[in-house]
């Protein structure tokens, strides 16, 4: 069986779908990858009711095609969507070094999950994605440096002052890999709320000497 006859199987028994908008024969149309590019003014500072204290940079709002395909990625396992959501991202990283906003050499550390959510997505999916994005970029490194201390809930549904205790002292830091972080470090993840897991891990990260000087994500709820 040739190549092009395996696809036309292959998809018969799994019909490609958009991942941002559901149309059918495509895997990430036309219309949903122009809602998913960086415009002239982003990435734009976002203002978290919990203060990070570092800038917050966000690709966009959490909504439309962006906010559908972080959800296919994270919960239907979508991981064809890594390689558009990647390259969203690394405009993003270049357009920052551009206003001088960050500089080379460059680590990215990735906001931590839990183990259990990780386990059922196959791995960290804004890991996945911080990777792909620097894969090819000289002086760009990916140090997966926190996680999340077992048994720490999910915050999907939960205000700003609970979030906050949920994952106050839960955010733990791997010290053995931080001898791989090097140059300005940025935290970055797929949504922020209210702030409170990227307020926890600069917390981690700055009493464990590491500089972060600022925080990306993919989208602003």
Sequence with gaps: MGDGSFTVV???????????????????CPGCAAQLAIGPDEPRLV????????????????????????????????????????????EALHRLLCWRMVDLPLTLIPAPTRRSAARRRGGDPIGRVAAAATARQPGMTVVPALRMRALTRDSVG????????????????????????????????????????????????????????????????
């Design 47 to 90: 203002s978290p009711r919990l203060d990070p204290q570092v800038p917050v940079f966000a690709l966009g709002r959490y909504a439309g095609a962006r906010r559908a395909a972080i959800v296919a990625l994270k919960e239907h396992g979508r991981t064809d969507l890594i390689t558009p959501l990647a390259s969203t991202l690394a």
């Design 158 to 221: 939960l205000g700003s002052g609970a979030r906050e205790r949920n994952i106050a002292g839960r955010v733990l830091l791997n010290r053995r890999r931080l001898s791989a972080a090097g140059g300005d470090v940025v935290i970055v993840d797929d949504v922020v709320t209210t702030g409170a897991t990227l307020a926890e891990s600069v917390r981690v990260l700055r009493a464990g000497g590491v500089r972060v000087i600022a925080a990306l994500v993919i989208a602003a709820a």
């Design 10 to 28: 292959l998809d018969l028994v799994l019909p490609r779908q958009c991942g941002g908008c559901g149309a059918p024969a495509t895997r990430w």
